[in-house]
């Protein structure tokens, strides 16, 4: 019976991974269409000194924390992607800046 419960449980987990690894692939197709905008914005920019708005970041994190507190999601989660992804997003600008 116990090897019985073990293979569940791992069929269980190899079910949830899979459903992991689709919604990895949706997160990519997000990020994707954010790189776009990001690029859209850039474009927009006349000094790299432009490319960090700390007001502009200030807000996100702001409204990120009280999306997440609305949704019942751990704002603690939330604000280490935003940042992480805000931070990658700003040294993207900075290789990628063309004036």
Known sequence: MVIFN????NKNIIKIRKRLDKLDDSFLN???K???LVDKVLSNK???K???D???ISVILRNIKSKSQKKNIDPKITKKIWKS???AFIEYEFRNFKK
């Open 6 to 9: 073990v293979a569940m449980k």
């Open 30 to 32: 997000l990020i994707k």
């Open 34 to 36: 954010r790189t776009h």
């Open 46 to 48: 006349k000094n790299k």
């Open 50 to 52: 432009d490319i960090i």
């Open 54 to 56: 700390k007001k502009r």
């Open 85 to 87: 992804m805000i931070r």
